[in-house]
């Protein structure tokens, strides 16, 4: 989470305030709810009013995602100054509905415990980011969302009372990102998510896009789910080696990066950017300044039901930069086969990708080819179609911009 200096001395600003006026407070309904945590700007929705002596929200906006079904529209969001999973129901756009679902600490509130975020002011654990919605005929919500750091990866669930808890612990690995759930053929929950990090046992990292699948329809706790891997690809070891042992290129080009110790026997003093290692200064690649991409495979993934029960799973796979499709083999076997749906070389195709499966099974994908910057369109009805970019006059669906004037993104990027 980046805080800036001049937000964290307004909300000193506000705090004296507010402690100086704890009249004209309201409650906010709590019903059947789906949350996460962001700036919400849809269409009549505005930033939620604040009555004096209650505490605003750090920012609303990043990483949202929406549900609905014929009775409600719930969009989950992250507040990225108290560190929020937030659930909104926006059913109604004139009086949108605002809880926190996850994120609050333990601690004493500063305003009435009846306001918002329970009276408390204090910044929490930091959840909600990369959030994922769906609702169901049951009236009963699922919101996975990621710690900042993917230590975990959470479920959240609102009916008449709330739970939070951890399905997928981390040993290590960053678990969490790029999260999508669905509910399955047999009305179970199940999520798709990036596990970064992960040790191979020779000094490599791998990244795993997982399945978390739930084996009932109301799962209580992490003994309900079953962890499985969808695919998995090598990924970067830069920050992630341990104690005198450096992130350095594997033997061959192909080979992927590796720990090895570092060593005493360079006859030169190394430079900055290089370690001797087995008498040689090798370049090391340390851990980013700032926050990267994931490495490996399985970014961006978009978890589907198929009109045959099976599971499918679209996503970028980086490693090949291609776009790329997870096929389940059976209904509930959670083994899946892949396939390649857009490839080129050279080229950069399947980030940002979003995708949709129609009544007669058909998948439709919506995607960037990186390196032209232009959107790309595919879909996969049991064989690998044509993929189409915006310049293709004959393309479906997508309508090509010709005003120089930016436009808004309604995009999975405008989550970051």
């Known amino acids: 989470m980046i805080v800036l200096p001049m937000r964290r001395v307004r909300r000193q600003l506000r705090r004296v305030a507010g402690r100086a006026a704890r009249l004209g407070r309201r409650r906010l309904a709590r019903g059947t709810v789906l949350a996460a945590g962001l700036q919400l700007r849809l269409g009549a929705v505005r930033r939620r009013r604040v009555s004096a ?29 108290l560190g929020d999973l937030v659930a909104v129901d926006v059913t109604d756009p004139a009086s949108p509905k605002y809880v926190v679902v996850d994120g609050i600490p333990d601690v004493t509130p500063t305003y009435d415990p009846g306001t918002y975020r329970g009276g408390i002011e204090d910044a929490g654990g930091n959840v909600g ?4 919605s769906r609702c169901r005929t049951t009236r009963e919500d ?18 008449r009372a709330v739970a ?3 399905v997928d612990p981390s040993n290590g690995e960053d678990i969490g990102s790029h999260t999508s759930i669905v509910i399955d053929g047999s009305n179970h929950p199940a999520i798709a998510y990036l596990a970064v990090g992960n040790d191979d046992g020779m000094g490599g990292r791998f990244t795993e896009l997982r399945l978390a699948r739930a084996a009932v329809v109301n799962p209580g706790g992490p003994n309900d789910w079953t962890i499985s ?78 009109p045959d029960g099976r599971l499918a799973a ?26 390649v749906l857009d490839a080129v070389t050279p080229g950069d195709r399947g980030m940002w990708a979003s995708a949709v499966v129609d009544g007669s099974g058909a998948i439709h994908v919506a995607y960037q080819d990186a390196i032209g910057d232009q959107l790309m369109y ?39």
């Open 378 to 416: 595919t879909q996969w009805s049991g064989a690998v179609a044509t993929p189409r970019s915006s310049t293709t006059a004959s393309a479906p669906a997508i309508a090509r911009t010709t005003s120089a004037r930016p436009r808004r993104s309604t995009s999975p990027a405008a989550r970051r």
């Open 164 to 166: 939070s808890y951890i």
């Open 53 to 81: 002596g209650e505490i605003p929200n750090g920012g609303l906006g990043r990483y949202t995602s929406i549900a609905g079904d014929d009775d409600r529209v719930i969009v989950a969001t992250y507040d990225q100054g």
């Open 229 to 306: 891997t969808i695919v998995g690809g090598a990924g970067t070891c830069a920050g992630l080696c341990s104690t005198g042992t450096v992130c350095v290129a594997g033997a061959a080009a192909a080979d992927p990066q590796r720990c090895v110790a570092t060593t005493s026997d360079c006859t030169a003093t190394c430079g900055d950017g290089t370690a001797c290692v087995t008498g040689t200064c090798a370049d090391i690649f340390e851990k980013p300044d700032t926050a990267q991409l994931a490495t490996g495979t399985g970014l961006f993934v978009n978890l589907l039901l198929l």
């Open 314 to 339: 679209v996503y970028y796979d980086r490693n090949n930069r291609a776009l790329a499709l997870a096929l389940e083999n059976a209904v509930d076997a959670n083994a899946f086969t892949e396939t």
């Open 142 to 159: 699922r919101v996975p969302g990621s710690r900042q750091h993917g230590a975990q990866v959470r479920v959240r669930e609102e009916a």
């Open 129 to 132: 980011t990369w959030t994922s």
